[in-house]
């Protein structure tokens, strides 16, 4: 019978867990169940019963139970006998043996205990007792099976150490309590020479070894640590052993190896890194131990690097430029005097130092440059700017690179970077140099733009009045005069522009524009200039375009055309007979950019070799000679280069003498936005070798059939582009705001319409925007913005609002005509007709229109107008004003009067925002006025506008009253304008 009421034992117990097993062994059955009985409520003990002996020696041996209870009268068995037996069994002989017996007999008790029992119990004995009895003999069994199996761990653990200390890739020592070495690793034996039979045990090891040691502090007279009280103290330093025992003293504090040089066998001094371990690691039968490392090789390159690196810190502190080297955390290591005298350190030691610490206001991206030189880039830069805390301004040109050391003790193979070398040089007093050269070149090119438009208004003057001379009754003789005049004043106008467009290349105010634009177009226009001029020289001029050349591209159309123009030009000027050929071709295309190649060639007297290098330079000419022939600047040529170049573009040229020459360019465009229809022959593979002139375009079929509508709120500059309109002999409606141009829009179709882009009630990109979203996807009306503001940007809002093309008051005429052409071309015929059912009667009766403005059905001849006036301190641009009256007295004065009338009414609103600072309502009038006066051309009112309206926007109004009162005084000035020279 069995029973087992024991618990789980912890699985947390360091040692093997032996439950109380208690073992009966009974012939009665009856003591069984009633020892069974007593011991129910022990949970933590097992029970187990056996009534034959012979199966109680079995389970005995299997069980190993922790006390076994044992009767001894049994029938067949001698309980003395089985006795005797569990005690000379090796399985049995320690666990303890209580014997029942069924009476107190001293004899009996004697020869159990003679027999090897451990207790004597008569049965059956008082419950408490007996689990008393079994409690104890079965812990102090199971105290001992415990400690018998800790020690034998401990012995296990102590040569699993041994073990792994003996065949550790680092050498170890340990000593004993006489100071002799006890532990010797192979390690040892390799580095010293020694084996351990020469070294363990033997006395005289200890003297084996001399002091070596590479610090000087170690003291003489060591002491035992207090932490170590079984080491006894050592009277001197002279072996291995006192070293390790000083480690035992200083690791303590240092928690670090120290080196120390040993003499090996062989004689050989070899450096070791020794750490003492006593002190963290105690092992109960060491005095002291510690483990070393043989760095004797390590020490050697360090040394070899130590004094590479004292050589490269005196060829550094001797450089003639400014030169420093860092560690990886931007601390010092060597640099220059020239490094103090450019930074104002002299006398200053800064090595260890932090480059940060000396200079705590340096700059943020020379941070981030010196951490990617610890990356392993070299960077360098040609000119630097460095404001420093104190307002001092520094300029550098400095590289940054890393410097590499070989990595001690690696086994992989290249160099690892050791910090970063930085080398600087103070360009300050070449900096002031460039910069003083560019304000002089920057001096000179405002001196050139200024004196160029200067020179181009009263040249405006001579080619107006020669163009007006000529359109009057003269004489042949009279004839021939004006159109000298007007031949001279526009040769000298081209070089004029030459010089203005150069002056904006140098300075660099040339800007690009990026349209949509047809390339044959551009190209046949270039043609069709030349085509006259040619045909008077008895020369051909053609145009070639290959297959694969795009109709429609995206770039700068007006550069395109002035540099064909300029080429174009070139050659007939050099061409007294032949022919000149212009062809264009594809010449690469990627779905980002198009390269278009484009070719000039012509028969003329050609180009030496010699002097093609200097075709492209500013004022330069192959043979001065030839200037006074054939006339130019030199500018010509230096324009177009720096054009295409501003372009991302190439141009060079081939020439022989007298054979003639072939300038060649290529540009790269952007692939049109939109695709458009395209009406006619297509251009693709055609000569054209006599291109028909084309005359004016404004007499072309349909123009009279146009609608235009002008939206448009200032009633003066209402009156300025209708006149302009009629001029051009086109018909157009007015409105003066954007929903009375959406009203008008709804009632009929229009072709174009002239937006306005700041208007009352609705402006112009709201009007745009609203009349996108009627049309959808229906035809497209035609919309050109009209504003005052001329900048890209203005350029950009208007086209994304949905407008079609741009022009910046004031209107010109030829630029006014020149958009609506080129957009008339490419409206349809359909819709360039009223819509059915709806007249201009019944839409005038509408209100939705405003009626042409009838001061363009009086009539005069011009005379009189007062142009030749000797007055000029009043503000009037006189050509500006010809211009808008066509010349005629009438319409100068009710222009002027009407915008003196519309201003003046205007002042009165503009007072009140300024003293109430309202600046919404400053900036609107500001722009009406600068609006007006810049269509009127009283360009001194339109500029002091402008300023106000800048103020407004800046929101500062100082100085404005001043402004208003100076917008009075050059309106009484239109006033005594129109007064004497208009009546």
Known sequence: MTRQN?????????????????????????????????????????????????????????????????????????????????????????IPMIVLSVKEEAKLKAEAFAAGANDYLVKLPDPIELLARIRYHSQAYISRLQRDEAYQALQESELRLRAVLENMPVMLTAFDLKGNII?????????????AAEIIGNPQAKHLFSDQSLENEISTE??????????????????LRDAIIEEVNKARNHRRAREWQITCKDGVIKTVAWSNISSRFPIASWAGWGIGIDITERKQAELAQEQEYQQLRQFIKNAPIAMAMFDTE?????YSNQWLTDHNLVSQSLLGCSYYDIFPDIKADWKEIHQQGLQGKFISRTEDKWERADGSVLYFRWAVQPWYVNPLNSTEDGEAIGGLIIVADRVDELIQTREAALEAAQAKSQFLANMSHEIRTPMHGVLGMAGLMLHTELTDKQQEYAETIRISAK????????????????????????????LYECLQDVVNLFKPQAEDQGITLKLHCEENLPRFVRGDPSRLRQILLNLVSNAIKFTPSGSISLKAKLDGKTNLKTRVYFQVTDTGIGIPPAAQAKLFQSFSQVDP????????????????EQLVSIMQGEIGVTSEVNQGSTFWFTLPFQPANRHRETTGKSPEGIEWDDLEQTGDRSMSPGKKDLKILVVEDHLINQTVILSQLETLGYQADCVANGLEALKCLEAQNYDIVLMDCQMPLMDGYTATQELRRREGNQNRTVVIALTAHAMKADREKCLASGMDDYLSKPVDEEDLARIVQRWAQKIPLSHQSHSLGTTDSELAESGALVPVNPIYSSTGNGNGSGIDSPDFNLPIDRERLEKISRGKISVKRQLLQMFLETASQDLHPLERAIASQDYSQV???????????ANMGVPMLCD???????????????????????????????????ETELT
């Open 222 to 239: 060591l002491t035992v640590p207090s932490t170590s009280p079984i080491v006894a103290p050592v009277s001197s330093v002279n072996t």
């Open 330 to 334: 931007m601390r010092f290591l060597a």
């Open 491 to 518: 040769h000298l106008l081209g070089i004029i522009n030459d010089i203005l467009d150069f002056s904006k290349l140098e300075a660099g105010e040339m800007h690009l524009e990026t349209l949509d634009f047809d």
């Open 183 to 195: 532990v010797w690793n192979r390690e040892c034996e390799r580095v010293t020479g020694y084996s």
């Open 625 to 640: 000679s030839t200037s006074r022939q054939y006339g130019g600047t030199g500018l010509g040529l230096a324009i177009c």
């Open 923 to 933: 900036k609107h009038f500001a722009h009406r006025l600068k609006g007006s006066a």
């Open 944 to 978: 002091r506008a402008k300023e106000l309206e800048e103020m407004a926007c800046q929101q500062s109004l100082e100085g404005s009253t001043e402004l208003l009162d100076s917008f009075r005084e050059l309106l009484d000035a239109v006033d005594v304008f129109i």
């Open 6 to 94: 024991a618990k789980a034992t912890s699985t947390k117990m360091t040692w093997t867990q032996h439950p109380i097993t208690v073992l009966l062994i009974d012939d009665q059955p009856i003591i069984g169940e009633a020892v069974s009985r007593m011991l129910v409520d022990e949970e933590d003990i097992i029970f187990h019963y056996c009534q034959d002996p012979l199966d109680g020696v079995r389970q005995a041996t299997e069980i190993s139970p922790t006390v076994i209870l044992q009767d001894l009268v049994m029938p067949d068995v001698d309980g003395l006998l089985l006795l005797r037996f569990f005690r000379a069994n090796a399985a049995t002989r320690e």
